[in-house]
């Protein structure tokens, strides 16, 4: 069994002022909770100011020597060594202000057949369309590439058979049939009157 090198949890006691050592082996650092900001400094190189809950980095070449120090006496939790270390504690508050227009008029366009092999316009520009509805009908063998006149195969985005999806557009959509046969798709324009 090889030596696996893994990161762990410090919870470490800060005094104002005075400094605090450790020999770490690691290559990632992050900061799960502190009282305030601080200073922490790997291989008397990286030096990060201002490190504080919620901060954290990835060091290509990695550390062996951590040095921390406070301006207040604090407790601080980091989490060091090798690895990768995700905080999924993030929290969004307050309000965003958005007016939502919904759509007033929809427009069925014909069908569409995109031959194999080839790019192909489904949709021209529309200023009044808020979003375009795609769907390739779940009786076709192949999926399609979306983008501008200038798709080609694996660019752009991708919709697959059986799959609906809104676009928020008002320009011109191509598509690209990587395959080897016909695939048709459907369209509707949302629009605004």
Sequence with gaps: ??????????????????????????????????????????????????????????????????????????????????????????????????????SEKTVGLAQKVCAAGVRTKIANTNLKRRELRLCIPSDQNGGLYLGNSSIVAGQGGYIDVGVIDYLSTTSELYVFNSNAFDVVITLLDLEVL
């Design 1 to 102: 069994m090889q030596n696996q090198k893994n990161f762990r949890t410090y919870n470490i006691s800060l005094l104002a002022g005075i400094e605090a050592n450790f020999d770490i082996d690691g290559t990632m650092y992050h900061v799960v909770n502190s009282d305030g900001q601080f200073i922490i400094v790997f291989d008397e190189s990286n030096r990060i100011t201002n490190a504080e809950s919620g901060t954290g980095a990835q060091f290509n070449g990695g550390y062996r020597r951590v040095k921390i120090l406070s301006d207040i006496d604090q407790n601080v939790v980091l989490v060091m060594g090798h690895g990768e270390y995700k905080d999924s504690r993030a929290k969004l508050s307050g309000s965003v202000p958005a007016t939502l227009t919904p």
